[in-house]
């Protein structure tokens, strides 16, 4: 003789889905994975922009930061033009022109710094105080779109203060990033 059919009892932890509710949580999953995958994929594209977009805003920036702090050490400016700017200043090196650097102990020495710039890249040169020729120029930033990096005050006369405004072009093509300090000749005084 067979047992009658026994009632199974079904516990709250036995619960599950049904496949209509397997299949529409999967397809959320994935208009979910895609879309991330999407914004994935768009950051990814624009990062080499941005890293480019960064180097020549660092790059600008730490020559602006050079080129202040030496017109911050200066006595006197001798040529003062919307792309050029020469002006004598004290330096830490041994001599003018040179690229050897002073011990902490020797005091700086005064020199003839000319920043000559075109439309796309500055020069820097240095040579002996009141010397406005010769000594060998050296590239201190390409990749700009702009000669006219200097402006002065008082424009006339004497000016002791040079504006720099630096412009690099945009990666994304949309006009130009520009960066842009300026300081007073601190020396000015001692000018003779």
Same mark, same amino acid.
């Given at each position: 003789?067979?047992?009658?059919?026994?009632?199974? =009892?079904?516990?709250?932890?036995? &619960?599950?889905?049904?496949? =209509?509710?397997?299949?529409?949580?999967?397809?959320?999953?994935?208009?979910?994975?895609?879309?991330?995958?999407?914004?994935?994929?768009?950051?990814?594209?624009?990062?080499?922009?941005?890293?480019?977009? #960064?180097?020549?805003?660092? %790059?600008?920036?730490?020559?602006?930061?050079?080129?202040?702090?030496? /017109? +911050?050490?200066?006595?006197? =400016? &001798?040529?003062? %033009?919307?792309?050029?700017?020469?002006?004598?200043?004290?330096? +830490?090196?041994?001599?003018?022109?040179?690229?050897?650097?002073?011990?902490? %102990?020797?005091?700086? =020495?005064?020199?003839?710094?000319?920043?000559?710039?075109?439309?796309?890249?500055?020069?820097?040169?240095?040579?002996?105080?009141?010397?406005?020729?010769?000594?060998?120029? +050296?590239?201190? /930033?390409?990749? /700009? $779109? &702009?000669?006219?990096?200097? #402006?002065? #005050?008082?424009?006339?006369?004497?000016?002791?203060?040079?504006?720099?405004?630096?412009?690099?072009?945009?990666? %994304?093509?949309?006009?130009?990033?520009?960066?842009?300090?300026?300081?007073?000749?601190? $020396?000015?005084?001692?000018?003779?």
């Amino acid at each position: 003789m067979l047992a009658p059919p026994q009632r199974r =009892i079904k516990l709250a932890h036995e &619960d599950g889905f049904s496949l =209509i509710e397997l299949l529409v949580a999967t397809a959320m999953s994935v208009v979910v994975l895609a879309a991330v995958g999407s914004m994935v994929m768009s950051a990814m594209r624009s990062q080499p922009e941005l890293s480019k977009k #960064s180097q020549s805003v660092s %790059t600008a920036r730490w020559v602006l930061e050079r080129l202040t702090r030496e /017109i +911050r050490n200066g006595v006197k =400016i &001798d040529v003062a %033009t919307p792309s050029s700017v020469s002006f004598q200043t004290y330096v +830490r090196h041994s001599t003018c022109g040179s690229t050897s650097p002073l011990t902490s %102990t020797s005091p700086s =020495i005064k020199c003839e710094v000319t920043y000559a710039c075109t439309t796309t890249a500055c020069m820097r040169k240095e040579t002996a105080a009141g010397v406005l020729t010769g000594g060998t120029a +050296r590239l201190i /930033i390409s990749g /700009i $779109n &702009d000669a006219n990096v200097f #402006s002065y #005050s008082p424009s006339t006369a004497a000016p002791t203060y040079i504006g720099v405004k630096l412009r690099v072009p945009n990666p %994304t093509g949309q006009g130009a990033l520009t960066v842009s300090d300026g300081a007073s000749l601190r $020396n000015a005084t001692l000018a003779q």
